[in-house]
């Protein structure tokens, strides 16, 4: 079974400042997605960023990139210019690639507070 | 664009009662979840289905089922509810393909079970 580790519980960040928050996962396929997903206060998740396996470069939005290790199996997301509204929980998540496969996995999640 | 609505925001129930959790999504999405959301658990799949009729177990599906008898309708049901079912709940729908791969998700419901 594919598993996505978030070690970091809970983080903080100065507003204006740069954050970057892990995520590991476990698979033994090769073609699969990666996203990171964002949760503020009011609950509704949201789609951060993305990334293909098969893609060596990193995904990029904005002020929002990701740092894929695909050896490593590592995937981090880094938030420049950390603005109040980023304040949020933030999911990693995995899918296999192809038909037949539904299941979106997540991680536990770390919570990120923005400091004034 | 995309919406995903679940039919209570909050809900309080009592042991035993049988708890209907409706999901409705307004884009034809093929696939429809239900996780379950808990603090230090992060999100959990409870169902999910691939098409109407057609459904398959997460990674926590006791003391739950679904019902998918139209597209864009999808329901968790607590056929007895207990107080370890107290959580936050999540329905999101999803249509993937090579261009598709976000899921979207609706608001969550809040169930306080007594």
């Known amino acids: 079974a594919q598993t996505v580790t978030q070690s970091q519980p809970e983080m903080s960040v100065q507003e204006a400042e740069t954050v970057t928050l892990s995520c590991t996962y476990d698979t033994s396929e090769s073609d699969y997605y990666l996203f990171w997903y964002k949760q503020p206060p009011s609950r509704q998740m949201i789609l951060v960023i993305r990334?293909?396996?098969?893609?060596?470069q990193n995904a990029t939005e904005n002020r929002f990139s990701v740092n894929f290790q695909k050896a490593a199996k590592s995937f981090s997301l880094k938030i420049s210019d950390s603005q109040l509204g980023d304040a949020a929980m933030y999911f990693c998540a995995y899918r296999i690639a192809g038909a037949g496969s539904y299941q979106l996995t997540f991680g536990k999640g770390t919570k990120l507070s923005v400091i004034p | 664009d995309v919406k995903v609505t679940q039919s209570s925001r909050y809900l309080v129930k009592r042991t035993g009662e049988k708890v209907f959790l409706e999901c409705v999504q307004d884009m034809d999405h093929e696939n429809m979840f239900w996780y379950r959301q808990d603090p230090g658990l992060g999100l959990r799949l409870i169902y999910f289905s691939y098409d109407v009729k057609m459904k398959e177990k997460g990674d926590i599906p006791e003391g739950y089922s679904v019902s998918r008898e139209k597209k864009e309708r999808f329901s968790l049901i607590l056929e007895s509810a207990s107080t370890n079912q107290t959580s936050m709940y999540l329905c999101?729908?999803?249509?993937?393909?090579?261009?598709?791969?976000?899921?979207?998700f609706g608001q969550g419901t809040r169930l306080t079970v007594v």
């Open positions: 990334q293909e396996a098969y893609k060596q």
């Open positions: 999101a729908s999803s249509f993937w393909d090579s261009m598709n791969t976000e899921a979207f």
